[in-house]
Every structure is written in C-alpha cells, then in structure tokens.
C-alpha cells in the first residue's frame, strides 16, 4: 500500500485537521467532534442543512459546505457511518431556531445513526427533516443497504435543497424541493481498478487487468457484472441507456449532467466519456441545460465514473443557478 498518510488509524482526523486550515476563515471544525461547519453557523433566519457519511469521498461532504449549500458535514471514519452523537452535534450546531435537514445516503449505517441523531434532536426541541437519496440505478439491494444506494446525484440534493435554504424556504418547502429532486435524479458507475481503505492495507476487491465492473457502487459494491474493459463511447453508452429508461427520460426533457470521477481517473477520460453522453442525449431529443464534469463523489483511488441525469424543472434550474460559494462547488 502506498499512500501519503501518517497512521491508517488517524487519517480522518488528520484529513480533517488539514481541510479546516486550508480554509479557516471559511469553515470551522467543532471541538472533539468531526463535524465541519460553516465559520458563521448558526445562520439566523435560514433552515440549516446538514450532510455527512463515511470518509473516502472527497469533496464529499465537506466540500459541499458553503452558502447555498451545506451548513455541516459530518465525517465518519472511511466507509463507515458517524455516530448518532456526531449527527447531533452538527445539528446543535448549526440550527438557528428554523430547523434542520438532513441529507442522507441511502446505507444502512447512514439511515439508522442519521435517524437516531434526528429522534435525539427533536427530543431537544429541535425541528428535523429529513430525505433519504436512493439514485443509483444498478444494483436494488446489497450488503450495504436495503434499496438502491445513494451516490453522486446526492450532490444536486446538496446544491438545490441549500439554494432553497438559503433563500429562506421552509424546513417543509426546503423537504419537498429536496424530495422532488431525489425523484427526478438517476445515476450508475463503473470501476476499472478497486481502492485501499488505509486502516485495512489491502484493496477492496480484484480486478484483472483487462476487466471493468460495470454498476459498481462508491464503497466497491458489487455491480452487475464484470466485463472485458471497452471504450470510453462503450462505457458512457452502457451508463446512460440503463439511467434514460429507469425514469425514464423523455424526448424534449431538459437535464442537468454529471460525469464524475471515482478519484483515480484523469480529467481528460471523464470528458471523453462527458462527449459520448451529449451525443446520446442530443439524438433522443433530451435537452442538456448544464453539465458538470469532474470528482464530486469519489471513492478513494478507484479508477472510474459514474454518470448522474437530473430532469429539471423551472424551479429546479433556479435553484440550481442560485449561487454557491461552497468550496468543491461554486456557481
């Protein structure tokens, strides 16, 4: 295993250590906890919106924390769920009196200490919210969780359900917006090569050198099968079919784009494949109104990509264009 670290043990700490100085009059880290968050958090008179989840991801989550998007990420250790208490704390945090969202993937580990975290602040006396994305198309059910698992198009929950918060929607009108979005989003990812958590030493799984798996999820989940690897036109063409006819998207929709990188795959492939999804998108008469091409959602050093559509709306698209000034994702 080669990586530039310190102890396996303390990576997340160290990792954490690192961000909040890169960007200190930006984000702050609460005493004794991972929990990012922004420097003015609580922000008076905003429904504050927190995300979080195993570490390995980057920028996910914390990337996201911004105005008009995060208030508060919380990191557990790499692909494992925070604790409830973690959870909490970011809400105590962050909650001005307006409630709080929560944006949660959908694994199992997340769903249950995210909820604990909700039932323990609404104890309190704190309003929570919540939503549960569930984007991923190829694989219904794994070990990580009951239901499709949430990956990249977690990222447009972010971005649009923050643009709401911060023009002062309702923690029922930030919920509904950020329900709309979940229904209307749909991703798949592939992996040429596996990752290596650095406590564990050792990669995830095997792949031989000529194979892909197609349908991969961001922890290594199994996906639908392996496969000689094919060309950047063969693996977007696989990708975007299964993502247009789950909706499915129609002819004369608009969509937003991602293609986004698993953490080891150059820039230059992502928009080789980018290239290949614009021209599928534009001979089934679907509109690209934006796209986004780069890592939002990684999983450590994984080679691969994962392409995300979201079939917008005229309230979508101005949430969307809101400004952002979150690190990994300004607009």
Known sequence: MKKIINDPNQTVFD????????????????????????????VANKVAIVSGGGSGHEPAHAGYIGKGMLDAAVAGEMFT?????????????????????????????????????????????????????????????????????????????H???????????????????????????????MALSSCTVPAVGKPSFELADNEMEIGIGIHGEAGIHRKPVGTADEIA??????????????????????VNGLGATPEMELFIVNGKVQKILHEKGIIVYRTFVGNFMTSLEMAGCSVTLLKLDSELKKCLDAPSDAIAFRV
């Open 15 to 42: 990792m954490l250590e690192g961000f909040t100085t890169a960007y200190p009059n930006r984000v702050k880290q609460l005493e004794g906890t991972s929990v990012i968050a922004r420097k003015d958090a609580p």
């Open 81 to 157: 769920s925070p604790t409830p208490d973690q959870v909490l704390e970011a809400i105590k945090a962050t909650d001005s009196g307006n409630g709080v969202f929560l944006i949660i993937k959908n694994y199992s580990g997340d769903v249950m200490n995210f909820e604990m975290a909700m039932e323990m602040a609404e104890a309190e006396g704190i309003q929570v919210e919540k939503v549960i994305v569930n984007d991923d198309v190829a694989v219904e059910d794994s070990e990580f969780t009951t239901g499709r698992l949430g990956i990249a198009g977690t990222i447009f929950v």
């Open 159 to 189: 971005k649009i359900a923050g643009a709401m918060a911060e023009a002062g929607a309702s923690l029922q009108e930030v919920k509904d917006m950020a329900e709309r979005v979940v229904n209307h989003v749909r991703s798949m990812g």
């Open 237 to 258: 063409e696989e990708l975007t079919e299964k993502i247009i006819t789950d909706l499915p998207y129609k002819e004369g929709n608009e969509v937003a784009v991602m």
